[in-house]
T-cell receptor, first 113, second 118 residues
Framework: AQTVTQSQPEMSVQEAETVTLSCTYD???????LFWYKQPPSRQMILVIR??????QNATENRFSVNFQKAAKSFSLKISDSQLGDTAMYFC??????????FGGGTRLMVKP | GAVVSQHPSWVICKSGTSVKIECRSL??????MFWYRQFPKQSLMLMAT?????????EQGVEKDKFLINHASLTLSTLTVTSAHPEDSSFYIC??????????????FGPGTRLLVL
């Protein structure tokens, strides 16, 4: 069984500031993928960033970057220059070889003007 | 980009009736679709994996006779909540995988269906 844990139920950040969301996971598989998804009030799941476990280089997508620490099984998301539109629920997820996603409990992020 | 639609977006029904939710991949083929359930302020919980042309695989604790899944084509999967009860009220989300992009491709999510059983 695999688990994903997000220890921060809620976070807030001032507009233009930087915020880091934490995620730890556990899996017995050697090959897997990690994701961060954003769920705004519309509840549409939006892929923010993806990381292949076999790649040591941290993934980056514009203002979003991850800190992937494989040995520690940690996968944090850094949002730089936070914008009001970043306000949403953020879910960390792990995909195994069976292509099934396991989600963390989510972190509610509020960006304040 | 890959688009997944769901219909209806919301539905209200009486207790004891059945409700069908459709999940369609609009511009790609999906051999596999997934059905999730999300309670308010909670995370997504995988209910079942739907494979085209074969029986769905249900997660532990999910009643297959209550949540009927049919994946009749590479672009359509349906979830039918049979004899719905108020406790079935929830937000149901589907996702689909693009066959042509291989195993490394991510899942694409539908916009979800809000079900309220009175």
């Amino acid at each position: 069984a695999q688990t994903v844990t997000q220890s921060q139920p809620e976070m807030s950040v001032q507009e233009a500031e930087t915020v880091t969301l934490s995620c730890t996971y556990d899996t017995s598989e050697s090959n897997y993928y990690l994701f961060w998804y954003k769920q705004p009030p519309s509840r549409q799941m939006i892929l923010v960033i993806r990381q292949e476990a076999y790649k040591q280089q941290n993934a980056t997508e514009n203002r979003f970057s991850v800190n992937f620490q494989k040995a520690a099984k940690s996968f944090s998301l850094k949002i730089s220059d936070s914008q009001l539109g970043d306000t949403a629920m953020y879910f960390c997820a792990l995909e195994n070889a069976g292509n099934m996603l396991t989600f963390g409990g989510g972190t509610r992020l509020m960006v304040k003007p | 980009g890959a688009v997944v639609s769901q219909h209806p977006s919301w539905v209200i029904c009486k207790s004891g009736t059945s409700v069908k939710i459709e999940c369609r991949s609009l511009d790609f083929q999906a051999t596999t679709m997934f059905w999730y359930r999300q309670f308010p302020k909670q995370s997504l919980m995988l209910m079942a994996t739907s494979n085209e042309g074969s029986k769905a695989t249900y997660e532990q604790g999910v009643e297959k006779d209550k949540f009927l899944i049919n994946h009749a084509s590479l672009t359509l999967s349906t979830l039918t909540v049979t004899s719905a009860h108020p406790e079935d009220s929830s937000f149901y989300i589907c996702s689909a995988r693009d066959l042509m992009r291989g195993a490394e491709e991510t899942q694409y999510f539908g916009p979800g269906t809000r079900l309220l059983v009175l």
